[in-house]
């Protein structure tokens, strides 16, 4: 008989669906917490990409393939199902997920409607399980201190915020992919490449978004979504925000940079070319950086040592490791499903916004994403 100590003690069995280019993130993070997680399948429609993916990593131990997630979940049983696959399918997925009985981590977005998001919360919610949302950037160093200085008014009463995704890619890109930037499965600029950094800076402002007003437009690329979108916000809290999300600018160089402006300091953050920064200051001129990087990492030293330390480069460790502290304590993970919806229905909003030319009330306002079909129509 098992006790209840073994079951909280033992592996989560873990199932990645999609095995492109970010699942090597999701099975890296997998390999780092060996100890709580345990690889205990693949699924992927060519499952040449699955063995590619094993190779890369360096497992040579037999990990099962599947072409289809319910021959994995019939077979394996896993306790955790991630989902890699395109926006539009992640849904269905989900579902599945759990109605097999699983928790379930989805990249980001979570889904494309808030219909489809309501479903998966309401299911999730009836069998116990969690949802967590790929939204990693809560997960870099620093973030969840800072955010809790924010809330706590460290650095005075928040005003508002801006953020920049300049994530440039080229037409070959797009074209690599025939759901890649189309208003059914993907969505443009805005849904794919910023909802990362919106989901941030609502951590960091402490709201919800509850209007919206927007503008979308194709620059440089052929494709039926936006490669170019800007948005101000309102948040519950009184709070307001800026956001620009582009894939039109050099592919060389991505940018997401990030700014909280408070009555008695400011925090600047974002990463560019690859390189992260931060950057946080009071009123008066004084750097607080340096305060924030030595607790941090005597904190994390503290709760795991260099391993704790070598895991720092891969977000999805963070997400993983919370989760499974979200699943063993029945509380919600720190990206959870919630917020997770609460980043869909802000972009649907915007792109309500783009469609009527008139503020938008979120999460009233937010269609789904399809809605969007034929708003670049040919002059």
């Known amino acids: 008989m098992t006790s209840k100590r073994d079951e909280h003690d033992r592996q989560l069995r873990c199932a990645i669906v999609g095995c492109g280019k970010v699942a090597?993130?999701?099975?890296?993070?997998?390999?780092?917490?060996?100890k709580t997680l345990r690889l205990a399948g693949l699924v992927d429609t060519r499952p040449e990409a699955a063995r590619s993916l094993l190779a890369q990593a360096g497992i040579r131990e037999p990990v099962p393939v599947f072409a289809a997630l319910d021959l994995l979940l019939e077979a394996e049983k896993p306790d955790l199902v991630a989902i890699t696959t395109p926006s539009g399918t992640h849904y269905r997925l989900a579902r599945q997920a759990l109605l097999a009985g699983a928790h379930v981590l989805v990249e980001k977005?979570?889904?494309?409607?808030?219909?489809?998001?309501?479903?998966?919360?309401?299911?999730?919610?009836?069998?116990?399980?969690?949802?967590?949302?790929?939204h990693i950037y809560r997960f870099f160093p620093l973030v969840q201190d800072l955010a809790a200085d924010l809330a706590a008014g460290k650095l005075g009463r928040v005003l508002y915020g801006s953020v920049a995704v300049r994530w440039g890619h080229d037409q070959a890109y797009y074209d690599a992919a025939s759901w890649r930037g189309?208003?059914?499965?993907?969505?443009?600029?805005?849904?794919?490449?910023?909802?990362?950094?919106?989901?941030?800076?609502?951590?960091?402002?402490?709201?919800?978004?509850?209007?919206?007003?927007?503008?979308?437009?194709?620059?440089?690329?052929r494709m039926e979504a936006e490669d170019f979108g800007?948005?101000?916000l309102k948040l519950d809290n009184g709070t307001y925000c800026l956001l620009e999300g582009t894939t039109a600018t050099d592919p060389k160089r991505p940018e997401a940079s990030f700014t909280v402006f408070a009555d008695n300091g400011e925090v600047r953050a974002g990463l560019y070319a690859g390189k992260p920064y931060v950057r946080v200051r009071d009123r008066a001129g004084h750097?607080?950086?340096?305060?924030?990087?030595?607790?941090?990492?005597?904190?994390?030293?503290?709760?795991?040592?260099?391993r704790a330390l070598?895991?720092?480069?891969?977000?999805?460790?963070?997400?993983?490791?919370?989760?499974a502290r979200a699943i063993r304590?029945?509380?919600?993970?720190?990206?959870?499903?919630?917020?997770?919806?609460?980043?869909?229905?802000?972009?649907?909003?915007?792109?309500?916004?783009?469609?009527?030319?008139?503020?938008?009330r979120c999460p009233q306002d937010a269609d789904p994403l399809e809605s969007m079909r034929g708003f670049f129509k040919e002059p």
């Not at 070598?310 to 989760?323: C, E, F, K, V």
């Open 24 to 34: 090597a993130k999701h099975l890296k993070a997998i390999r780092h917490l060996d």
């Open 230 to 232: 800007l948005a101000t």
């Open 310 to 323: 070598a895991r720092l480069g891969n977000p999805h460790s963070g997400i993983y490791a919370d989760l």
């Open 329 to 360: 304590t029945s509380r919600p993970p720190l990206a959870d499903g919630k917020s997770g919806r609460d980043a869909v229905a802000t972009v649907l909003a915007i792109y309500s916004a783009a469609k009527s030319g008139q503020t938008a």
């Open 182 to 221: 189309t208003w059914e499965q993907d969505g443009g600029a805005l849904m794919n490449q910023s909802i990362h950094a919106l989901d941030l800076m609502m951590f960091l402002l402490g709201g919800k978004v509850v209007a919206a007003t927007g503008q979308i437009g194709q620059l440089a690329h």
């Open 109 to 134: 977005p979570l889904t494309l409607s808030l219909d489809e998001a309501d479903d998966l919360l309401a299911l999730a919610a009836e069998r116990r399980l969690q949802i967590a949302v790929g």
């Open 287 to 306: 750097d607080l950086t340096g305060r924030y990087w030595r607790r941090f990492l005597w904190q994390t030293w503290r709760k795991g040592g260099l």
